[in-house]
């Protein structure tokens, strides 16, 4: 019972039957009514005092439920929550989304993004920063957690390979190869760091369970001091338990609504693997052995039933004592972790590029998509081809499936299997970063280029019908909220008129008039705060131009729709990225736009364009391309950069690179401009590749800055 409850109850003893306050008060008295301040007035009195603190602790209550409610971040842990059900109690909707907005780290986005109760999504790179993004694709901050590391066997840098945790007091939780677990505020800066080993073969990562504790495992240590195994973490960030591994843990640990902790281990040397369950102080339970290890983490059913798939290609149902239920084999590995329906099954995709939907009491197949139709068979010889799919599906409460292949397609699905669309990446990268579902159904994951993308339905392509019924959706939301405050605003203010209509009958004494008018003034700072803090942020209130967003800005007369037709400049905005959030400077790479061939006899010369929307009758850059030597190709690079600001000038400086096959980035000039507002700038540069070793073009160290020229 709250205080206030309590303090209510306690004022209304005298009224219990048989109290010495009824044996006071005869019928003559309650007839003849008292005069102010007298015994008969006493029992209207407390009667008023009694409704007043009613209707203000049920108020509260209830204005506390909603609120609270509202404040669940919509996606704060891989897998959406600490059981990885990925199942998201949003709607996303069964229209096409499109590219809302794109941001280019300067390495790949393996990590899988979380996102806050504000809307901020929360996500990290191999480039070693760990971003947070406004819900418009402005970078809200970024900061360096670690240099990358590089892993000969696979060519490559590593940094932040796991998902972000998001506690419930808004701290983000996230481990990287500094080989600790971070611990950030939601404005960036550090609060503590915990010793984590790190590998780039180990798919660790942060839990929360439901009293605060972190799980997480470390990797193997292998020429390092220190013990491999499970973590249980304060939010303070001290030590509470740790369950020792030698092998290692390979997993996000998953957590059962009785505090069973989940992991997986792998012993790469042998490619052996198993599940292991603990208790909530770090006893082991059982320990369940696998042919081959785990990649991606477990999934717990509403039956505590544990469902996960392993690199050997079986996906596995164990009962909450650790025995097999059943075991289902695809046709390749599975790094994915499966998706939980409330429909009795669950879906998971596999290296083999099938999306399979299984029952989960049987085991047994309903349905798979295969993803490799259409496509080259050579794809699939070698590698990425042979991990097809490997990013977890998240499932909305419309019953939508969203999951990707490692080539350059998203593909959402009904719980029946049928196709409802597919985005080719514009960026032509796979995916390994799993997506996330925002409360407005909008989609955030990564690619391997080193883009992170928003895709949603656009605003401003929406009919006024659409529009409408949008608005009303929003208008909808908080109504509950609007309803209970007006009820109570109501009945405050009929309280007030009737409790001085019995003041001026002398019915009531001037200090119960004025304790009924506080708690009316009390109902009314709690009616306003709330639709100060709840509400009105969730309207859009905004009416100057220049603060609105391209996703965000509504087309608003018909000379407006038909100046945007004519310009077409919503193709540039759909595909280029913002760089900078002090001036709208935006950048579209083309990567290629011309390539000489190799070998003797290889062409004639060939005329390339690429052009920046606005321009009608020019192109910002020409390229013939011509015969190279026998074992080269001449690489012609170009991107656009443009000014959207309308009032800012900007002054851009990049540096245009070529990274070859062989991962090595080469910096091919330094490039410098300065661009009045609404206007842009070709950059064009070439490089001379080996045959057996050709790359992409890109960008680094890009900055931006408001200038008066």
């Not at 790190?198 to 193997?220: E, H, L, S, V």
């Not at 369950?243 to 992991?263: L, M, N, R, Y």
């Amino acid at each position: 019972m709250s205080a206030i409850a309590r303090r209510a109850t306690a004022g209304n003893r005298p009224f219990r039957s048989g109290s010495r306050l009824h044996s006071r008060v005869s019928v003559g008295q309650a007839r003849r009514g008292g005069r102010k301040g007298g015994k008969e007035g006493t029992v209207t009195q407390k009667t008023w005092l009694y409704v007043i603190s009613v209707l203000i602790v049920v108020w509260t209550f209830s204005a506390s439920s909603t609120l609270a409610q509202t404040a669940d971040p919509p996606w704060p842990l891989f897998g959406h929550d600490a059981k990885h059900t990925n199942s998201s109690p949003y709607e996303i909707g069964k229209g096409k989304k499109e590219l809302l907005w794109s941001y280019k780290a300067e390495s790949a986005i393996e990590s899988s993004p979380v996102i806050g109760a504000d809307g901020t999504i929360y996500v990290g790179s191999h480039d070693g920063f760990f971003y947070a993004f406004n819900k418009d694709g402005s970078v809200k901050w970024k900061v360096k957690l670690t240099e990358p590391s590089y892993d000969a066997r696979w060519n490559t840098s590593k940094a932040i390979m796991a998902s972000p945790a998001i506690a419930k007091d808004g701290t983000i939780y996230i481990n990287t190869a500094s080989d600790y677990l971070h611990a950030l505020n939601p404005d960036g800066t550090e609060k503590w760091r915990f010793p984590i080993n790190w590998d780039n073969d180990f798919w660790n990562g942060p839990n929360i369970g439901p009293d605060g504790t972190i799980y997480i495992g470390t990797a193997r240590f292998e020429g390092k001091s220190g013990e491999s195994g499970l973590y249980a973490i304060n939010p303070d960030g001290t030590k509470k338990w740790f369950s020792p591994e030698p092998s290692g843990i390979s997993i996000v640990p998953s957590i059962a609504d009785d505090g069973t902790v989940i992991s997986g281990a792998a012993n790469p040397t042998d490619n052996k693997g198993k599940i292991i369950a603990l208790t909530s102080d770090g006893k082991k339970k059982w320990e369940f052995m696998l042919e081959q290890w785990l990649e991606g983490p477990a999934a717990i059913g509403p039956d505590n039933t544990i469902f996960t798939g392993s690199k050997e290609g079986y996906v596995y149902a164990i009962n909450s004592d650790g025995t097999e239920k059943w075991r289902f084999k695809t046709g390749s590995g599975i790094s994915a972790m499966p998706t939980i329906g409330s429909d009795g099954n669950i879906y998971i995709g596999s290296w083999d590029g099938n999306f399979y939907a299984l029952d989960q009491k049987t085991g047994k197949e309903k349905w798979h998509f295969d993803v490799k139709v259409g496509k080259d068979p050579k794809l699939f010889e070698g590698y990425p081809g042979k991990e097809t799919i490997i990013t977890s599906a998240p499932l909305s409460k419309d019953g939508i499936l969203i999951f990707a292949d490692v080539f350059d397609t998203l593909y959402a699905l009904d719980t029946t299997g049928k196709e409802l669309w597919r985005w080719k990446n514009v960026n032509g990268a796979g995916f390994a970063s799993s997506p996330a579902v925002a409360q407005d159904g909008t989609i955030y994951l990564g690619d391997e280029g080193g883009y992170f993308y928003a895709l949603g339905e656009k605003k401003e392509a929406k009919s006024q019908t659409d529009a409408s019924v949008e608005q009303q959706d929003k208008n909808a939301k908080p109504s509950s909220i609007i309803i209970l405050s007006l009820a109570v605003i109501v009945l405050a203010l009929v309280s007030v008129v009737a409790a001085y209509a019995f003041y001026r009958k002398n019915r009531l004494s001037k200090k119960t008039l004025l304790t009924i008018l506080f708690g009316v003034l009390a109902v009314a700072l709690v009616c306003g705060a709330i639709v100060v803090f709840f509400i009105l942020p969730k309207k859009d209130l905004k009416t100057d131009d220049s603060q609105s967003t391209p996703t965000e800005k509504v087309e608003t007369s018909q000379t407006q729709k038909t100046e945007t037709a004519k310009d077409d400049d919503s193709d540039f905005i759909k595909n280029a990225t913002r760089v900078s959030d002090s001036v709208d400077v935006r950048i579209r790479e083309f990567g290629e736009t011309g390539r000489s061939c190799a070998g003797k006899g290889c062409g004639s010369l060939k005329d390339t364009c690429v052009r920046w929307n606005k321009t009608k009758d020019q192109c910002y850059e020409m390229v013939k391309t011509s015969p190279a030597t026998s074992d080269k190709y001449k690489i012609y690079c170009n991107m656009v950069v443009v000014n959207q600001d309308k009032a800012k000038a900007a002054a851009v400086s990049l540096n245009l690179n070529y990274t070859t096959a062989d991962g090595i980035k080469h910096l091919v000039k330094k490039e410098s401009l300065t661009l009045k507002p609404q206007t842009g700038d070709s950059l064009g540069w070439v490089y001379d590749a080996a045959a057996d070793n050709i790359g992409t073009c890109g960008y680094s160290d890009i900055s931006v800055t408001e200038t008066n020229n």
